[in-house]
């Protein structure tokens, strides 16, 4: 991404501003809230398809991570890290998803449909709409 790595970091940090800026995320609601703690329910969709989790977010200004730990839905147990590293074309931002099902058989069906069907995509249209709101403030700031 083409902007400070801190205006970068703030933007995802903020979880009151993704329904503003994220148009596939429904609404975030606060259970618990501190300045780098919090507990949310999250609601975005794919495809159309309403989704929600609970979600523990603990922001980490001095390690630059945003990471969450669901607590409630399919997806029960993932961690979530998000890192920002500066790089000489601007700050790559990853989502790293570590999730271990439950049932173990149905491992490989669920990898498919909550990895890749939810999961992956929902995080792709995250990274790609931050991507556009933090570079148009910073065109914004640089004009």
């Not at 607590?71 to 961690?79: D, H, I, P, S």
């Not at 790559?92 to 049932?103: G, S």
């Not at 995509?121 to 995250?126: H, R």
Request: charged content about 25%; overall charge positive; aromatic content about 12%.
């Amino acid at each position: 991404m083409h902007a400070p790595r801190t205006v970068i970091f703030e933007t995802a940090a903020n979880l009151e501003l993704w329904p503003k800026i994220l148009p596939h995320y429904r609404y975030i609601h606060y259970l618990e809230r501190d300045p780098d703690h919090n507990v949310v329910v999250m609601a975005a969709k794919r495809s159309g398809i309403p989704i929600s989790w609970t979600s523990e977010e603990i922001i980490d200004r001095a390690r630059m991570e945003v990471r969450f730990y669901h607590l409630k839905a399919f997806t029960k147990g993932m961690r979530v890290v998000w890192t920002f590293q500066e790089t000489p074309s601007g700050v790559l931002v990853k989502i790293a998803h570590d999730l271990e099902f439950r049932v173990k058989f149905f491992a490989p069906i669920a990898d498919k449909v909550i990895g890749d069907f939810f999961i992956h995509n929902i995080a792709n249209k995250t990274l790609r709409c931050m991507k556009a709101f933090v570079e148009a403030r910073a065109n914004q700031v640089a004009a």
